[in-house]
């Protein structure tokens, strides 16, 4: 068995294809006894061995070994397929299905729905798997299909199928995977089952081996031969005794009448000018010659056929000739190869002459051998003045010659290699140089390449960099945010602004995602937007509102167009979304706040209008066909002037011109408007002017009927200046009353004699002028409210002097807030205790003969309202107050001030003086 093989093998190596070597290789097969390898006694596994044995190509052995190992097997319900390898173990074709009629059903339809795919890529672990020589237990249907099947209907595939075992054996020659077979079955296998499968595998293992190489063998030979009958030359094959095994079409067609005869005899080798001795020399192996002008065949002399060519002897692995190679070169292909070369000739002399690169040729010692023309867009100095000179002298860095000069030496060649040379006027010269050494070690050594000026490029290259800078600084600091993605819908690029809108913990987590099966962006509409973007590049734009997967909720005005290659495919989506979260918001509250002064617009008792400079409205509200009885279209674009009095009219203007000339804002007047029956009205009007940016365009105003008003504001008018003269009246004949009352009393005071008693009545009577004080004050006071308290303090004083102190033993000191005002309520409590506090004071600080000094104050201090009568009289001796209740002067003054004025009395007496204080 092994000689049969390595005797197939051997064919399969010397061979170059043709029908013998099939019928070669198919008879070494039939003398192979496979019936004896069974050592099992089993009728279906001698029928595969006898089947197989009569299959002409891949495809047929393995779908009849596919059907067999179905049957051998006996498992329903179960599928089996066979993959031919191909592309350096990269990719695995279907070439063989068998199994149950349902479950070869569904595979057809899932195929036909592209669910399945007739081919598959293959991956690291399936090619690892594939080179083991051993069935193998799949964990997943996953594994089974090499993911060809897509995740999400991998569950959907596995229910309907009902397979859940996976089991799989490869066809290798240990470095290439030539087949693989898969079994899926709905049952484990028992362990019987598991190693009747695995011991067929093993079986006919060398059998797939050998006629799956032996096919790609006959498939190479056809292609060759196909290949060298379409050749110009003529091409044959002698075997070893020089006899014609094949020759090709142009063979043929010139040396058909020597196909009976063979290689080595002399008129065939006359023909091409070779003598008797050549034959000898082809036996031992030496190759002959052939010289094409001495080929004269028919009177036709083939020289303008055919070049010249040869005979060649081919060994096999013993080293014993096998085969001879006959072959004679095509004229026309040498014509045609000269002629290309000419042409090339040319068209290098052309480059040479007008490339724009520089080719150049150097010593090593940097004397210039040759320069193309080219030199003098770069230098300005012709190629004549260079050629014999140094190019050091043109370097920028002598520097850059050393390390460039050490490059070449070290690799013998630079790539790309950047050298600066002086340009016109001094200016630097960016060069790229592409350059080797050639003829090294000899006279002739020398540098040979070509240079070509960058210095457009690196400035456009700088400028590229800014730009790149400038916009990536742009795309991080942009307030929009902006994601770009391939076409599949994988993110690219993200900036700062769309990872905070997504509330993305990291930009590798966000570039994980695929936009187009995201749910979020399904279910916002914005994975189907991009998609059709993609499909129509039309650009889009919209607003949405997006939750992220990280929680975050907002609404986004989203724009998407392509980004397009250099050529003009799509290249990329981008998508830019900027927040108007806010903006939404605060669109919301400008509707409530809309629908709210549409309300009080449509609702108002007030007429809002605007009106041009001219006093034409523009618009009004509802309420002006209320109040003036036209209709609403009537109003429109008629003059207020229509509607007011003349003199309103005229006010009306005189406000729109001073709000022009920006002596006021805003103006507050009144106008005299009439209705359509000719009701007069009086309005409020309040007014200023709307502008667009800096300009005025018109007035706005609201008008506000104020007649009742005015006729209650006359009423209470009236009724206040009688309330007011009445109430004048009243203090004017209290005043007068209280008067009468001290002229009646100073009459009685005449009749007494007693000074205990004229005290008294001067005592009452103080009291009384300080009383007739506060009403003469009200009296003339303005707003007959409000007492002036400086005013009725400095009368009471007047008073007390005139009644004490006739004498004028007695100075005062007054200190009162002009700004205190109270009422009367306030006034005569404070005018009485004020009274008392002088008139004891005067009575007895002025006994001893001396000066006496009165100081009296009157303030606010702390909220508070304070009363201060200092003297620097004797003071009140202490059994007085002792027995405060015998005192009424004191006892009345403690009553006014914590009874009447709800207050507090205070008071200190010594020999320095006496200090009354009174807050309330």
Not at 155 to 165: F, M, R, W
Not at 590 to 609: M, S
Request: aromatic share 10%.
């Amino acid at each position: 068995m092994k000689s049969k093989i390595e005797e197939i093998y051997q064919l399969l190596q010397n061979s170059n294809s043709d029908k013998e070597l099939s019928a070669a290789v198919i008879s070494k097969l039939d003398e192979i006894d496979f019936s004896s390898m069974i050592v099992w006694e089993d009728k279906e596994i001698t029928e595969l061995w006898d089947g197989m044995s009569r299959m002409k190509n891949v495809f047929e052995l393995s779908q009849y070994f596919a059907e067999k190992l179905y049957s051998i097997m006996k498992i329903e319900e179960s599928l089996f397929f066979i993959s031919e390898c191909f592309n350096n173990n990269n990719e695995l074709i279907h070439i063989a299905m068998s199994g149950s009629e349902r479950l070869k059903g569904m595979v057809l339809e899932m195929k036909e729905q592209g669910i399945i795919p007739n081919s598959v890529k293959n991956n690291e672990y399936g090619r690892e798997l594939m080179l083991q020589d051993r069935l193998v237990k799949l964990p997943s249907i996953k594994e089974a299909t090499l993911d060809a099947i897509p995740d999400e209907v991998l569950g959907e595939v596995e229910k309907a199928t009902g397979l859940k075992h996976y089991y799989a054996f490869s066809i290798n020659n240990d470095v290439q995977i030539l087949a693989t077979f898969i079994f899926l079955s709905p049952v484990e296998l028992s362990r019987k089952e598991f190693m009747l499968m695995e011991r067929v595998f093993n079986m006919v293992h060398q059998f797939f081996v050998i006629f799956i190489q032996w096919q790609q063998s006959e498939n190479l030979n056809h292609q060759l031969s196909d290949v060298l009958d379409m050749a110009e030359y003529a091409f044959a094959v002698y075997n070893a005794d020089g006899f014609l095994i094949k020759g090709n079409t142009m063979f043929l067609k010139y040396f058909s009448g020597f196909k009976s005869k063979g290689l080595f005899e002399s008129d065939f080798l006359r023909l091409f000018g070779v003598g008797d001795s050549a034959v000898d020399d082809l036996k031992t192996g030496l190759e002959v010659s052939i010289n094409s002008t001495k080929v004269v065949l028919d009177g036709m002399d083939l020289n303008q056929y055919f070049s010249g060519g040869g005979i060649s002897a081919v060994y096999s692995g013993d080293k014993n000739i096998s085969y001879y190679v006959f072959f004679l070169q095509s004229q026309k292909e040498v014509n045609r190869i000269l002629e290309a070369m000419q042409l090339k000739e040319l068209k290098y002399q052309r480059i040479f002459q007008h490339i724009q690169d520089v080719y150049f040729e150097v010593k090593k010692d940097g004397t210039i051998l040759e320069l193309s023309p080219s030199i003098y867009s770069y230098i300005k100095i012709s190629r004549e003045e260079l050629i014999g000179n140094n190019i050091l002298k043109l370097y920028h860095n002598p520097a850059q010659r050393e390390a460039y000069l050490a490059t070449l030496q070290s690799n013998g060649r630079v790539d790309n290699y950047e050298v600066d040379f002086i340009g016109p006027g001094g200016s630097i010269i960016h060069s790229l140089v592409v350059a080797s050494l050639v003829d090294v070690g000899l006279e002739s050594e020398r540098i040979v390449g070509s240079m070509i000026n960058i210095s457009d490029q690196k400035e456009q290259n700088r400028i590229i960099r800014e730009s790149e800078i400038k916009f990536r600084s742009l795309f991080d600091k942009s307030p929009i945010g902006i994601m770009i993605c391939d076409t599949n819908g994988q993110i690219a690029e993200i900036n700062n602004s769309m990872l905070k809108s997504l509330g993305s913990p990291s930009i590798e987590k966000t570039k994980s995602l695929n936009v187009f099966v995201l749910e979020n962006m399904i279910q916002s509409g914005i994975s189907k937007a991009m998609q059709e973007v993609l499909l129509t590049g039309v650009p889009k734009v919209f607003e949405s509102k997006y939750s992220s997967i990280w929680n975050t909720v907002g609404y986004y005005r989203i724009f998407i167009n392509t980004i397009p290659d250099m050529y003009g495919r799509v290249q990329y989506l981008m998508l830019l979304a900027e927040d108007i979260t806010e903006l939404k918001q605060k669109e919301k509250q400008l509707r409530q706040t809309e629908e709210r002064f549409l309300d009080i617009y449509n609702n108002t008792n007030d007429l809002i209008y605007t009106m041009d400079f001219e006093g034409n409205f523009t618009s009004v509200n509802p309420v002006a066909e209320k109040w003036l009885g036209y209709q609403f279209s009537d109003l429109t674009n008629r003059n207020m002037g229509q509607f007011v009095s003349h003199d309103s009219s005229m006010r009306a203007a005189e406000n729109i011109k001073a709000k022009l000339s920006g002596a006021k804002q805003q103006s507050k007047y009144e106008v005299t408007a009439y209705s359509r029956n000719g009701e007069k009205m009086i309005l409020e009007i309040n007014s200023f002017l709307r502008y667009k940016g800096e300009t005025p365009i018109e007035v706005f105003g609201i008008a506000r009927d104020i007649t009742e008003r005015k006729k209650h504001e006359e009423f209470i008018q009236s009724a206040l200046r009688e309330r007011e003269s009445l109430i004048m009246e009243v203090h004017h004949r209290v005043k007068n009353n209280l008067q009468l009352i001290l002229s009646m009393m100073k009459m009685y005071q005449q009749n007494f004699n007693n000074e205990q008693v004229l005290q008294a009545f001067r005592d009452i009577m103080q009291k009384i002028l300080a009383i007739s004080a506060v009403h003469e004050d009200f009296y003339f006071s303005n707003d007959m409210k409000d007492v002036n308290f400086n005013r009725y303090i400095r009368t009471i004083v007047n008073n007390a002097i005139d009644q004490y102190d006739t004498r004028h033993h007695s100075e005062y000191n007054i200190e009162v807030d002009n700004n205190i005002k109270a009422s009367i309520d306030i006034a005569v409590p404070i005018g009485l205790i004020l009274a008392e506090l002088l008139s004891n004071g005067i009575r007895y600080g002025t006994v001893s003969g001396r000066k006496l000094i009165m100081n009296i104050s009157f303030g606010k201090i702390d909220d508070k309202f304070v009363l201060q009568v200092e003297d620097n009289g004797p003071g009140i001796m202490p059994e007085i107050l002792d027995i405060q209740h015998h005192s009424l002067g004191v006892e009345m003054v403690k009553m006014l001030a914590e009874s009447q004025l709800g207050g507090q009395f205070e008071i200190e007496t010594g020999n320095g003086g006496t200090k009354v204080i009174v807050r309330f």
